[in-house]
């Protein structure tokens, strides 16, 4: 597709932004988009040229335009892949993470979760009987954290994008649930068993992160996680589309105006940030309890045999991914 003229020079657009009501070339696109991730690490403090920045890793597109970006603009970054031994879908976004990593000489950790854990994510989901998001997102954390403290690192970058944090957002305000709501922010200082969370990409879309990497180059995992299909998330992206068709930058002056005028008058409303923690009794990490809930996971999971991935989907998830899996073999 062919669009009028950049905003900026001139010369034939690649991409329509509606929101920025403009087009841009490739160049300038690229510069819309580092200003952008710019001006979030300034407006929120989030990164030092001398900091050791750890990035969450997953082989997508914004996971690893974020890490491109920020060693683009002279961070050090280091990656960390988990191997959530969701099939296909984890071996194949391993590939693009690792071949991502190859080419630019970056360094990147990995961790397997069966290889370290005993257990990977649609067994976990299968013995839990509770939706697969919930114990990958509590693996996930647990040894993003773990890492980053364990290798001294300063700061953990993950590639949420403004899609993700509007969704987010629209999901916890349909239930207006202030706990979540008090943490919704795109920086996480750091506290004691704690590292500094960031993200760097709330005010860059889906599509600018996809338009980065095709212009940069990079290949990246375009499938969902199966495990992903039929999740509310998704259906609160799709509200949220639908609304920003109709009125374009709605998407972004929902999530940014939340953060500018919502973030002060929310500011320590969260209990998990002001309760009394003390040390897993196995691991040492921060909990409210004796054991912390990734080692409760762990003893309740590991060892078990594994369970395929269509086994914890629904009927509808099941039949997508049945049908995308023998259309890969054909
Ligand atoms: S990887 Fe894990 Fe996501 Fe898949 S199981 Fe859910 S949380 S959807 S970012
Ligand atoms: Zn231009
Ligand atoms: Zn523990």
Redesign the pocket.
């Given at each position: 597709m062919t669009y009028s003229k950049c905003r900026v020079c001139r010369e034939p657009a690649i991409i329509d932004l509606p929101r920025h009501n403009a087009n841009f070339c490739a160049e300038h696109l690229l510069q819309l988009c580092r200003r952008q991730v710019q001006k979030a690490i300034s407006d929120h403090d989030m990164l030092s040229f001398d900091d050791k920045i750890l990035v969450a890793v997953?082989g997508g597109k914004d996971s690893l335009a974020v890490w491109d970006i920020l060693t683009e603009l002279g961070y050090r970054a280091d990656g960390l892949y988990v191997g959530?031994g969701?099939g296909d879908y984890s071996d194949i976004s391993y590939d693009f993470t690792a071949a991502f990593a190859g080419e630019r000489g970056l360094d990147l950790q990995t961790i397997d979760l069966r290889g370290e854990y005993g257990y990977d994510?649609p067994t976990a989901a299968k013995v839990t009987k509770r939706v697969?998001?919930s114990a990958?997102?509590l693996s996930k954390r647990h040894l993003f954290d773990k890492a980053a403290l364990d290798g001294g690192y300063d700061v953990v970058v993950t590639g949420h994008n403004l899609d993700d944090e509007a969704a987010v957002l629209f999901g916890n305000a349909l239930r207006w649930d202030v706990e979540y709501l008090a943490r919704q922010f795109p920086v996480l200082p750091a506290r004691p068993g704690f590292p500094k969370k960031v993200k760097p990409l709330v005010r860059l879309t889906e599509r600018e992160m996809a338009a980065w990497c095709i212009v940069r180059g990079i290949d990246y995992q375009v499938e969902e996680?199966p495990?992903?299909l039929g999740n509310k998330h998704l259906a609160y992206k799709e509200a949220l589309n639908a609304i920003e068709r109709e009125s374009p930058g709605s998407k972004s002056a929902f999530y940014l105006n939340f953060v500018d005028k919502m973030a002060p008058i929310l500011a320590g409303h969260s209990q998990a940030a002001s309760g009394e923690l003390n040390d897993c009794a196995v691991c040492g990490s921060p909990t409210t309890g004796e054991t912390c809930a990734f080692c409760r996971l762990q003893d309740r999971v590991s060892g078990r045999e594994p369970v395929p991935v269509e086994l914890v989907l629904n009927k509808k998830a099941r039949k997508a991914y049945l049908a995308a899996q023998s259309a890969a073999e054909e």
């Open positions: 997953s959530l969701i994510v697969p998001c990958c997102g996680c495990m992903a």
